[in-house]
């Protein structure tokens, strides 16, 4: 720094915790939550506990050290849960919001996928963008992946930039940053063509609208010159099915407190729904990652390269306003393809990204990236060891540790308690602008309990490197149908613990917790089935009524009045239809 010259602006932040009147709660939360989860990991694998077999048969021994390091791990993995929410807890962060720089060279982006994104939906979003207030030269732009003709004519009609790849061999490569049929090959064509002429690009997905403050709540962080990129959380407008309900609160950990925790590491990942990039950082990282969540990988580049200008690692800020609103899944069809989606996404950044992180980038960075990353693998391993655990000693008679039934369900109620208090008393830094405030969020712990199983096919998919695709989720109103064989991977599990639990009652395997965590399992993996079939059986019942409705509002009224002579039937007059101007 020159001598007199004032020193350059860096993101300035409020510690969640810090503001709250009555921290030693959560003090007390966090350190019990974990020390209680510690302990009955401990009370599980210690020495004295461990079941001991004189002279039995071998394979059994072999399939009681099986149950043990299950046990033990499945206990590992909530004191790493429980772990990560505390530590985000103590550490989260709000930015403190700096107006823009003015002047500055703004693209805003979305994208189109003639044939799987309405026409009308993307109109929505082009009208939200050209609401956005910004002090500088701002171009819309559409990204048309199939140059449609009445794609090209909205634009026209809204003075909006259209760009397409269409027939460009270059930007239509099989695999790459400009891989054909992809949103980061689309995006980085665009980058290719356009990118030296702006400064920043913000982007909503299709389905997403703007608010007219998105650009000045987003820009002013990077007066800083090491901001490689802004994000907002995810808000559903489409908040009217349960399956929508649910999904919007199960992100409210990741929204309302990890991303928070990312800010502490200046790290927080990269969102793809809503965001603002500086090119020049992004094109320093070769662009949008080849993923088949490209957000995520793009943002793991990114924070793991340097800003040639200053030397010090690029970094990203996480603001909680709500800037943008979208569409989320309303179907269960679609929820689980998101899920698949977004877990296939994190296996691929591990199995590929994450071995290039050690001793390359700052420690506290890697702690937070790797607690985000491990969240899927952990609930998918989790599952399949609680499973493994029923099967094995529900069939078998496998025990790897003899404790008393009594103390590990008193031990595993107090820890679970602590862990569901924990998460209670983050629920006060919700940003969900639907959920109201004090609700406890039940429905998204349930939808994260029951994700479990298609985070384990995904993993299994991508252990055995089976091809995994992006699939646009239908949007516009539109909703896949939900049919039995949506609940297939479900369907199985449940198979598997409905026969263990029968066997267990013929072959006297009869240990109280055992049978319990069976049918938890059972309940968990039925759950989704059940939901389905009460909301189906409720539409069904509202249409019927609507239907009985709309025939007594068009049915003509039957009178028996005297005449002197028979007439011709009269037509009642049936009132004209009305519209409320939505579709």
């Known amino acids: 720094m020159e001598p007199g010259r004032k020193a350059a602006y860096r993101v300035q932040y409020r510690s969640l915790l810090s503001r709250e009147p009555r921290r030693i709660r959560a003090v007390l939360l966090m350190a019990l939550a974990p020390l209680l989860s510690g302990v009955l990991l401990v009370y599980l694998v210690w020495p004295t506990h461990r079941t001991v077999r004189e002279g039995g048969d071998r394979w059994l021994i072999a399939f009681d050290h099986v149950m043990l390091g299950s046990i033990g791990l499945i206990a590992f993995f909530m004191l790493v849960n429980v772990v990560s929410v505390a530590h985000a807890t103590m550490v989260a962060q709000d930015p403190v919001p700096v107006p823009a720089e003015t002047g500055t060279r703004v693209a805003f982006l979305t994208t189109y996928v003639p044939g799987k994104e309405p026409l009308a939906m993307v109109r929505d979003t082009l009208e939200g963008a050209g609401r956005l207030r910004h002090s500088g030269p701002l171009d819309i732009w559409l990204l048309d992946e199939g140059d449609s003709p009445a794609a090209r004519a909205l634009c026209e009609e809204l003075g909006v930039r259209h760009f397409t790849r269409r027939g460009v061999p270059e ?11 992809t949103k980061h090959g689309n995006y980085n064509a665009w980058i290719a063509m356009h990118g030296d002429d702006y400064d920043f690009f913000a982007s909503v997905d299709t389905d ?3 608010l007219p403050n998105f650009l000045e709540r ?16 995810q808000v559903y407008g489409n908040y009217t099915s349960p399956v929508t309900k649910a999904a919007e609160s199960q992100q409210f950990l990741f929204h309302a407190l990890i991303q928070r925790a990312g800010n502490r590491y200046r790290a ?33 580049e990114l924070h793991r390269r340097r800003n040639p200008l200053t030397g010090r690692f690029w970094r990203s800020v996480y603001t909680p306003d709500v800037l943008a609103v979208g569409e989320g899944p309303a179907s269960w069809t679609d929820f689980f393809t ?4 977004w877990s296939r996404g994190t296996y691929e950044t591990l199995f590929k990204q994450y071995w290039k992180a050690p001793f390359r980038v700052p420690p506290g960075r890697l702690f937070s990236y790797t607690m985000m990353l491990v969240y899927y693998p952990m609930t998918a391993v989790n599952w399949f060891l609680g499973i493994l655990s029923c099967v094995l ?31 209670l008393w983050n629920r006060r830094h919700n940003v969900s602008p639907h959920e109201p405030e004090g609700s406890g969020g039940l429905a998204g712990m349930a939808m994260s309990a029951l994700s479990a199983p298609i985070y384990l096919k ?22 896949s149908p939900d049919r039995l064989l949506t609940f297939r991977v479900h369907f199985f599990w449940a198979a598997v613990l409905v026969a263990s639990l029968l066997a267990s009652f013929l072959l006297g395997h009869s240990h109280v917790a055992m049978r319990t965590w069976a049918l938890l399992a059972l309940a968990t993996a039925l759950a989704p089935v059940a939901v389905w079939a009460w909301t189906a059986r409720q539409e069904r019942a509202e249409a019927a009524r609507a239907a009985t409705t709309l025939m007594a509002l068009a049915a003509p009224e039957t009178r028996h009045v005297p005449q002197p002579a028979p007439q011709p039937a009269a037509v009642p007059a049936i009132p004209p239809k009305t519209t409320t101007g939505g579709n």
Not at 171 to 181: L, T
Not at 338 to 341: K, S, V, Y
Not at 462 to 478: C, D, I, M, Q, S
Request: positive net charge.
């Open 171 to 181: 930007w239509n490569r099989p695999s790459g940053v400009h891989k054909a049929r």
């Open 208 to 210: 997403h609208i703007p």
């Open 218 to 233: 987003m820009l002013g962080y990077f007066r800083d010159p090491d901001i490689a990129f802004v994000v907002g959380p």
């Open 268 to 300: 927080p990942m990269f969102v793809g729904t809503n965001n603002a990039v500086r090119i020049t950082a992004l094109k320093q990282a070769g662009g949008l990652y080849d993923s088949i969540t490209e957000d995520m990988a793009t943002g793991f």
């Open 338 to 341: 998101q899920q698949l989606r």
């Open 393 to 423: 000693f529900l069939w078998l008679g496998a025990s790897g540790t003899q404790v008393s039934s009594s103390v590990l369900l008193m031990l595993y109620s107090d820890a679970a308690a602590l862990q569901i208090g924990l998460y």
């Open 458 to 479: 995904s993993l299994g998919s991508a252990v055995l490197r089976t091809h995994g695709r992006f699939v646009v989720t239908p949007k516009g109103g539109e909703a």
